[in-house]
């Protein structure tokens, strides 16, 4: 296989998958495959706090030209939004899908037509295959790579993932993904809790993303037309009044895991789901300044982060979900930035 050949498919070939998907899918008998630790027994179809049971929720799935450049190219990256979430962030943009779980139960799917809806993104020439928010779904998603993969599956796989994820799960799906795509929410854990709901965040997401780091290192592969086939990149939402502690967040990934790797800051906030309603939620009730996304912007240059990529802020801020598929957010080169 070439150096590009992704690597779900090494593990295929050496009779490797198929045990490290059951492995995976054992985690569902008393769910630990989040850091919510539920302990449901979802195989027997009970309800976890991500209100899953044991088979995946697929929302949509679709060309998608609305990630970095190197996933998008000329095709489109190969998206499959889950629905449902383990967080419960009161800014969602996805909110309609990620927290609505009463209406999401409709869209449960097999294992088998998940696999289908792949085979089929492959077909339509995209250029991966995207999970978003796939972490409370993880055993489901291997099986049906797995599945898709005997049937013919040729395409890197991203893990575009909110990094609340267990690091034992990652660990088996090492080199079953082939890029890691985690947000890095907060650089404290009080603002998780307040904003995600979520206990203990930043810590979570530091020790999942330092497990990312170990399997990819720093360098990402590129194949001979410029598109991603592995390595991980590291997202950073610029929230209003600083309280993604951004800065904080680019100082960990460089003294921590290492200065060279790729980061993605993006603009893109606006006031979505309770952050436009809720007057707990003022301190989010606002687009980004242009002066915080210029301090944003200013850290990466002090910190010495010069790979990955920034959003443009002028037009960033767009009304953003999964069903507006070909809605770009233009990125650029950090390097680019002065």
């Known amino acids: 296989m070439s150096d590009t050949a992704p690597s779900y498919l090494k593990l295929h070939a050496a009779g490797e998958l198929e045990s490290r998907v059951c ?10 495959v989040c850091p919510r630790d539920c302990l449901n027994n979802r195989l027997a179809n009970e309800i976890a706090a991500c209100y899953s049971g044991r088979l995946p929720v697929v929302s949509s799935y679709t060309a998608h030209f609305g990630e970095e450049p190197a996933l998008v190219g000329t095709k489109g990256a190969g998206n499959i939004f889950f629905g449902n979430c383990n967080l419960r962030c009161v800014y969602c943009q996805n909110f309609q899908i ?6 999401q139960i409709r869209n449960e799917v097999t294992h ?14 995209c250029h991966n295959i995207n999970f978003v928010s796939p972490t409370h779904f993880a055993p489901q998603m291997a099986r049906a790579i797995f599945i898709a993969a005997e049937k013919g599956l040729r395409l890197p796989v991203v893990y575009n993932t909110n990094a609340y994820d267990s690091v034992e799960v ?14 890095l929410k ?4 009080e603002a998780g809790y307040e904003y995600s709901k979520i206990k203990n965040y930043t810590g979570h997401a530091r020790q999942a993303i330092t497990e990312m780091y170990r399997q990819t290192g ?16 590291i997202r950073l939402l610029v929230l209003p009044n600083d309280l993604a502690g951004v800065r904080e967040s680019l100082e960990w990934i460089r003294d921590t895991l290492s200065p060279r790797v790729h980061v993605s800051l993006m603009a893109q ?5 309770r952050a436009a309603t809720d007057e707990r939620y003022t301190l ?13 912007l200013s850290a990466l240059d002090e910190l010495g982060m010069e790979e990955g990529w920034m959003q443009e802020y002028e037009g960033a801020a767009h009304y953003y979900r999964p069903d507006f598929a070909d809605q770009e957010k233009p990125f650029k080169d950090i390097r680019d930035f002065e």
Not at 186 to 189: E, F, T
């Open 186 to 189: 907060y650089a404290d854990s």
């Open 23 to 32: 492995e995976l899918e054992s985690l569902l008998a008393r769910c630990t």
């Open 269 to 273: 906030y606006y006031p979505a789901n």
């Open 218 to 233: 720093d360098e990402l592969l590129f194949d001979s037309e410029g598109l991603l086939h592995r390595g991980l990149v």
């Open 284 to 296: 989010l009730s606002r687009r980004i300044t242009e002066t915080e996304w210029l301090r944003a």
């Open 170 to 183: 990652l660990r088996l799906l090492d080199r079953v993904i082939d890029v890691y795509l985690p947000d």
């Open 112 to 125: 088998e037509r998940l696999a289908e809806m792949m085979l089929e993104l492959q077909t339509r020439g």
């Open 98 to 103: 990620s927290q609505t779980h009463k209406e």
